[in-house]
């Protein structure tokens, strides 16, 4: 299987996941400023979830541009991926409708844990396939975002059953972390040529 | 018809559905554990619906890259296919919501037989566009899963009357079945150097 | 402007509302066959909207292929034919909530009508657009399905208010007409060498 | 990052908003044209919606085609701007809803405002990595457009306040101002022979 339609369903799914996410933020009915005030969590999580989901699109990218080939592996971890980007609509919203309430907060960690294991996953599947000379494996060198990530989110988590704001805190914390595209496979592979 | 315009398409509309199906996963009302009780029965029935959704978008691929033209025939029993595709988003939601219940079990299952038949004949239409040395029919070879998977569906639809759960189990079973990628036709292919 | 990026466009637009046409179809409460009764028209009016816009896709398609360059004009023409098409679902839920009743089925025929004449209006823009040797004139030839379809929605319209089911059957008519691809077009590109 | 894999994303997402906006436009109850009445606001905002989507499509895909290469700031800008285009179902639907009230009306304005603002930011960080030579830059001219439109919807903003129909004409006449495609980038990349 070429890798461009790969790339591109994982657009199309992550273009809709981020749009779709958008319709959990309900129209209210009233014409007044305050109509709005029970929405400002629904959108403050709305906001959290699309640089999130934007952090993806964005690492995804680069992972498969340093993946030649896709076997039946990749393209099942990948759609394992997406399984759990699939679930961000729902558990944002539901955090959002409860104002960043305990058990919310944590299934979002949750969600969030799921996806950072799920995308670790395929990134190893795609340096198994290359085998010892993996393109990939050079390019995230010591992948210390990748390993500190998981960590953070189920410090998240635990937390969110005494402090519920230090998780929200984590949360936008591991993302200021991502926000920044990763330069060492942009610049790795730059130096190969590609 | 190129063929890239329909497998971009068919991308489209299968990434759309297998996206909006998590919208009948709807947000509860309520911050406790409790309040997703309900919900777990849509939950697993996504997973199973969005693995049917992944084995189709994989195997279509599959059958499209052994295609090299597309006829009206071709065009149109590819629309058949993505119209029954597009049932799953209804037919999980209802049958999630009714906990596997005898009906909406057997619905699920007509869905998924009139899929395997969808596939089934504009498979035979590239086959029968491809003339007598179709690289398709060579590759699908005796094509057992493609028999035995509509067989298996009809079993569960008449189990779902007396054990709904034995449908439930050859669901699953048959999802299994197919997430091995048909490695026939990427075999065939790969051996005409494609 | 490419005329690759006009085609993802709409490509994109036409995908997903052929698919969020089926979130008209709501899952209902319950699950006994009963339940499934009153969805029977609305099921029944997604069939036909689902072969309208798999026709408008084929056609649109041809048309484009046939289009080497994007003026600012095209470019709109083409946004007003997306925006009639993305009535569909609404007018397609109203009709089947309400059985086929009068006024619905006016203003579904209403939406036919206008996406004709948008259809046409496209049509003629990339023909201006081309000039006096537009291959896409040479190849629509006399155009009279282009041209009966409009007549015939018109019919159909005027009829919802007489006997309802004429109405019905006229939609029905105009699909069947259009479903055989407009080989036209294909015959006198592939004669071009294209 | 290659600019074909962004210019694809942002396609989708916008593709996706175009055409979710409708679902703001609920099917109503009863067979009547009179229960089609309190949708007219509606219908009229989505139209005025569907025409912006429209506008930052068609110059998002001139400024993206004056573009070479991706950074992950032009990357981050990109997503910024996708997300104010992202609220306008919301917006559209609020303002519709309450038959263009002074509030929704403003918020909506706002909304327009930082798309608006993201626009031009995104501009500035395409001609800030194209640096002194910047096509993108020569192309835009003065700019005039791009720096009235702010101003007049900040003038709508404030006019909701006391004639809220004058806010509604001034999102009109910005509309009408843009309908024409940007000629300007055409034309200088024209001359360049791209």
Redesign the interface.
Known sequence: ?GKN?L???S??????????M????K???????GV?APLASVFMSY?LS?IYI?IY??NH??MI?ACKRVT?GI??AN?HL??WL??F??VT??MG??HF????SA?YGGVLLAAAIAYWILQQTIIAAQGVDSPLKAAIGTDWKGKLSPVLYALAILSTFFWPWVAQALYVAVALLW???D?RI?KSLRSDGT
Do not use: C, K, Y
């Not at 129209?27 to 400023?33: A, I, Q, S």
């Not at 309430?101 to 919310?104: D, F, Q, S």
């Open positions: 299987m339609r790339e591109a369903f657009d199309g799914v992550i273009a809709i996941i981020i749009t779709i958008v319709l959990e933020l129209v209210p009915h009233g014409d007044t400023l709005l906001i699309f934007g699109w964005n990218h680069h541009h039946g393209l099942w759609l997406l399984f699939s679930l609509p729902f919203g539901w409708e409860n309430a305990a058990i919310p299934l926000l920044v595209p330069r942009e």
